[in-house]
């Protein structure tokens, strides 16, 4: 005979047991979702393909979580901040500017965050380019935030140089003189013996001059050699580009040089100076500077256009004279055919 009340007991713990079984199920579904959200396919993008998203510094795993929220990118900010806590990422997680596909998993984008990647812009600093030039070229750059101040000239590494946006205008400079200063260390430390050059300046002042000297690559060994082999005997280095930088601080002259202008002293005219100029006169890259402190050895003084955008090259007076009357013949053909 069973006792009184038993039946409501069993009664009850079934009842019991049924509702865990239904927490158990609501609290597996809600995972699975949790899951699904998770490593499943993320919200489309608004319009196009990708969506950008600039996460600010200093902000928190819960701001992050609802800038991406409130740009589309993931569908529960609640999620993504638990996601990052749960998995030991809300403490690594990069500020910057992202871009996310359209779709994108929320474990995607997580991981992207944490790895910090960031989109990467670039600025290009070509050879030969004055500090006045890199100035306007940061300047010009909406990407960018801040002033900058212009650097010494030939201060810098012409190279390309990848900044993120609002990056201080100032950081990016201090990166490109870093460059600089670090492969001129190097270049100094395997300098050829004996070079007319009594210190690392003085390398930086002529290698802006073959810089500017020519365009041709090939050619800038054999330039440094000709104004090496200059500076050994005393001679002038006669650089027409030393010339226009103290007429123009290395802006483009516009004109060929007048005869009062070579005959002019700006401090800058190796015509009338001896040896090299005060200051560079550009900022050269690293194939100048190797060129002047590991010149050929050659006994070649002159040089003159030949007119093929090189030059041609002599180790005497008279050879040279033959060398500039072909490139005059070549510039009054030149002159006639234009004429026509």
């Known amino acids: 005979m069973s006792r009184p009340g038993g039946r409501a007991r069993r009664i009850s713990r079934r009842a019991a047991g049924g509702g865990a079984m239904i927490a158990a199920g609501v609290a597996l579904l809600l995972a699975l979702a949790g899951a699904w959200t998770y490593l499943g396919p993320g919200p489309r993008a608004a319009s196009g393909e990708t969506t950008t998203v600039m996460l600010a510094r200093g902000s928190g795993v819960g701001v992050i979580g609802r800038t991406l929220e ?12 638990l996601a990052a806590r749960l998995t030991g990422a809300a403490s690594s997680l990069k500020a910057g500017e992202y871009e996310f596909a359209s779709g994108a998993p929320m474990s995607r984008v997580l991981a992207d ?8 812009r670039a600025i290009t600093i070509p050879e030969g380019w ?24 030939g201060a810098i590494l012409p190279d390309t140089y990848d ?3 609002d990056e201080p205008r100032e950081a990016v400079v201090a990166r490109m003189r870093a460059a600089h200063d670090r492969l001129l260390a190097e270049l100094w430390a395997k300098r050829q013996p004996d070079l007319p050059l009594k210190t690392p300046h003085e390398a930086v002042i002529l290698a802006s001059v073959v810089e500017k000297e020519t365009g041709v690559a090939a050619e800038r060994p054999r330039v440094a050699a000709v104004f090496v082999n200059r500076l050994r005997i005393g001679m002038p280095l ?7 930088y103290g007429l123009t601080r290395g802006r483009p002259l516009g004109r ?5 202008e070579l005959a002019g002293d700006t401090g800058y005219n190796t015509y009338r100076i ?21 010149p050929p050895r050659s006994d070649e003084l002159y040089f003159v256009a030949d007119g093929t955008g090189g030059h041609a090259f002599a180790t005497n007076y008279p050879d040279h004279q033959k060398n500039v009357e072909r490139w005059r013949a070549i510039e009054r053909q030149r002159a006639a055919a234009a004429g026509k």
């Open 70 to 81: 409130d740009a589309g990118v993931v569908t529960s900010a609640g999620l993504f901040t």
């Open 113 to 120: 965050i944490r790895a910090g990647k960031v989109i990467r």
């Open 130 to 153: 004055t500090s006045g030039m890199v100035v306007d070229a940061l300047n010009a750059e909406p990407a960018l935030s801040g002033t900058v101040v212009e650097p010494p000239e």
């Open 163 to 165: 900044f993120q946006r």
């Open 238 to 244: 006669q650089s027409d580009p030393t010339i226009i």
């Open 256 to 260: 060929g040089i007048r005869a009062s």
């Open 274 to 294: 001896p040896g090299l100029p005060p200051t560079p006169i550009a900022n050269p890259g690293r194939d100048a500077l190797a060129a002047v402190l590991n």
